[in-house]
T-cell receptor, first 110, second 112 residues
Framework: DAGVTQSPTHLIKTRGQQVTLRCSPKSGHDTVSWYQQALGQGPQFIFQYYEEEERQRGNFPDRFSGHQFPNYSSELNVNALLLGDSALYLC?????????FGPGTRLTVL | LAKTTQPISMDSYEGQEVNITCSHNNIATNDYITWYQQFPSQGPRFIIQGYKTKVTNEVASLFIPADRKSSTLSLPRVSLSDTAVYYCLVVPRMDSSYKLIFGSGTRLLVRP
C-alpha cells in the first residue's frame, strides 16, 4: 500500500506565475490537508478538503486555492506567486484520527 | 487551542538516552499528546501518542504526569539517524478534521 504521494518533487517558478501541486492520499483516506513549511519553521495549516469541499482554512490569502477529486486526490493552486511562497508544501491524509504526511513538494520562487 | 513549548535544540551522542520535554499547560480533557519526527526535506512522521501515564512502542516512550501539563519523549540509545526535528502537538485523538498546529520543534543533533 503506497502512502501519501506528492508531485512534483521540486518546482522552480518566477514571481507572478501560477503553480499547481498534486497529492494522492493513502489508500482509503478521505480527508486531505495541506501545509506550508518555510525553512526552519514548523508546518503551517493552509486548508483541508473532505467530500470534495474545503472544510476549514488557515490564515492564508485567497491566492491559495484547492480542489479535491472524487477519488480523494487533491490539488493545491497558488496564483500570483511571491518570493515568500518559497517553501516545502506538505499534503497529509487521514480517515479517522492520525494524519499521514507525504514527502512534500519543494517550491522555489525566483 | 493548546499551545506547546519545547526546547529549540538539543545535542547528544550515539548510544545515549535523550529526553525531550514539552509543556502544554492548557491541554483539554479530550486532547492527546502526539509527537512527530521530521527529517530534512521530508514530511513529518508520527512517532507516538498518549493520554496519560506511560506509552511505549518500538521507537520511543512517552511519559505523561497525572496533571498532563507536560510530557517527555524518551529516545533510548540514539543513533546518528535520529538526528531530526521533533514536534510535540496536542490533538483530539479521533478527530480527523483537526488542523495540526506545529511549533518550531526541537532540533536534535546526535554526534558520533
Amino acid at each position: 500500500d503506497a502512502g501519501v504521494t506528492q508531485s512534483p518533487t521540486h518546482l522552480i517558478k518566477t514571481r507572478g506565475q501560477q503553480v499547481t501541486l498534486r497529492c494522492s492520499p493513502k489508500s482509503g483516506h478521505d480527508t486531505v490537508s495541506w501545509y506550508q513549511q518555510a525553512l526552519g519553521q514548523g508546518p503551517q495549516f493552509i486548508f483541508q478538503y473532505y467530500e470534495e469541499e474545503e472544510r476549514q482554512r488557515g490564515n492564508f490569502p485567497d491566492r491559495f486555492s484547492g480542489h479535491q477529486f472524487p477519488n480523494y486526490s487533491s490539488e493545491l493552486n497558488v496564483n500570483a506567486l511571491l518570493l515568500g511562497d518559497s517553501a516545502l508544501y506538505l499534503c497529509a491524509s487521514s480517515l479517522e484520527g492520525g494524519q499521514f504526511f507525504g514527502p512534500g513538494t519543494r517550491l522555489t520562487v525566483l | 487551542l493548546a499551545k506547546t513549548t519545547q526546547p529549540i535544540s538539543m545535542d547528544s551522542y550515539e548510544g545515549q538516552e535523550v529526553n525531550i520535554t514539552c509543556s502544554h499547560n492548557n491541554i483539554a480533557t479530550n486532547d492527546y499528546i502526539t509527537w512527530y519526527q521530521q527529517f530534512p526535506s521530508q514530511g513529518p512522521r508520527f512517532i507516538i501518542q498518549g493520554y496519560k501515564t506511560k506509552v511505549t512502542n518500538e521507537v520511543a516512550s512517552l511519559f505523561i504526569p497525572a496533571d498532563r501539563k507536560s510530557s517527555t519523549l524518551s529516545l533510548p540509545r540514539v543513533s546518528l539517524s535520529d538526528t531530526a526535528v521533533y514536534y510535540c502537538l496536542v490533538v483530539p485523538r479521533m478527530d480527523s478534521s483537526y488542523k495540526l498546529i506545529f511549533g518550531s520543534g526541537t532540533r536534535l543533533l546526535v554526534r558520533p
